[in-house]
């Protein structure tokens, strides 16, 4: 089968487009045929070796994990025999990213828990995107965030494949006021999606805008963690979901902090991939959410779509579609 393989940590001229072997399912595992994937901040972090901790989880000089790609969406091809929730032919999708990755291939064997019936309305393209990134948007907004109608609420990285969701979880949930932050190429797109306003952080930082918020999502946490408070109403509560590691370890050891000595409240979630794939399949059944597709790049175009997913040039979701896989909507591929 042809897939996308890392043999050493380096960028994205490392990655191989090349023939791997097949496997055949151990007893508790699937074997999915992929018809499209998405990018992850797990497969540009993979690919470089950093930061540190990514060499501490999947190999320190050499990558133990030769196929990237967390998120996927096909057909069960074939089924282990200690396997009760799926056959051969079903429609599947779900986050391999603690199952082994290997979802930029043509096939994967994958544990069957990491995995959810994907619903017939739902193309192969657009459930490639949705896993890992509405699970982050829905655990950081309701599960840790507690998002209330009334709240007001900021979304940084607001134009990416959280923030994009987000906004319409947050929608789902009865939230009536939504404020975006992103880069001036995608505001428009995040206009179109609802966002009440857009911030253009080249032009403004909105920690000194001026305005408040009962909760702040963020995707792209760069800031010292003790400058968050700042754009909070008192009780507000800032939840981060990602960004650079060295303000994510200061949140989380100096975080309760900032609760000691205020109302104002500092968490991060901590991913449980697929939990709520259920729900959130009934949010896109009932249209409550759709995602937002940059591409779809082939197989052999996953290196240039890794580097454009590293550089924040993407527009929500950026998908790679196997040959097999069913045709969609083309965005941006320069």
């Not at 496997?23 to 990018?39: G, T």
């Not at 000089?61 to 790609?69: H, I, R, T």
Request: with cysteine.
């Amino acid at each position: 089968m042809k897939a996308i393989v890392l043999n050493k940590y380096g960028t994205s001229a490392d990655l191989a487009f090349r023939d791997t072997a097949k496997r055949h399912p151990e007893d508790n595992e699937v074997l999915v045929k992929i018809h499209a994937a998405s990018v992850n901040d797990w497969d540009w972090c993979l690919m470089r070796g950093t930061p540190f901790y990514i060499r501490l989880l999947c190999g320190l000089l050499k990558p133990k994990v030769k196929v990237p790609g967390v998120d996927i969406a096909g057909q069960v091809e074939a089924v282990g025999r200690d396997v009760t929730k799926f056959k051969p032919g079903d429609p599947v999708y779900g986050d391999l990213s603690e199952s082994g990755f290997g979802g930029f291939a043509e096939y994967v064997c994958t544990h069957e828990k990491a995995l959810a019936l994907k619903p017939d309305r739902m193309t192969f393209i657009q459930a490639a995107a949705i896993p890992h990134a509405a699970a982050l948007a829905l655990q950081g907004l309701r599960d840790e965030g507690g998002l209330q109608p009334e709240d007001s609420l900021l979304i940084n990285g607001a134009g990416g494949g959280v923030g994009t969701i987000g906004i319409q979880i947050a929608r789902s949930l009865g939230v009536k006021h939504v404020t975006g932050v992103d880069h001036t190429e995608k505001l428009e797109m995040m206009r179109s999606l609802g966002f009440d306003d857009v911030l253009d952080y080249t032009k403004e930082d909105f920690i000194d805008s001026g305005r408040r918020y009962d909760l702040i999502l963020d995707t792209k946490t760069n800031r010292s963690i003790f400058r968050y408070p700042k754009a909070l109403n008192p009780n507000g509560l800032y939840v981060t979901v990602g960004g650079e590691t060295s303000r994510l370890l200061q949140a989380f050891f100096l975080g309760a902090i900032i609760g000691l000595f205020g109302n104002k409240r500092i968490r991060i979630v901590a991913l449980k991939p697929n939990k709520d794939l259920d729900y959130i399949s009934e949010l896109f059944e009932s249209g409550s959410i759709k995602p937002i597709i940059d591409g779809p790049y082939t197989l052999a175009e996953a290196p240039k779509a890794i580097q454009r997913f590293g550089e924040g040039r993407h527009k929500g979701k950026i998908i790679i579609a196997m040959e097999q896989a069913e045709k969609a909507q083309t965005g941006p591929r320069d």
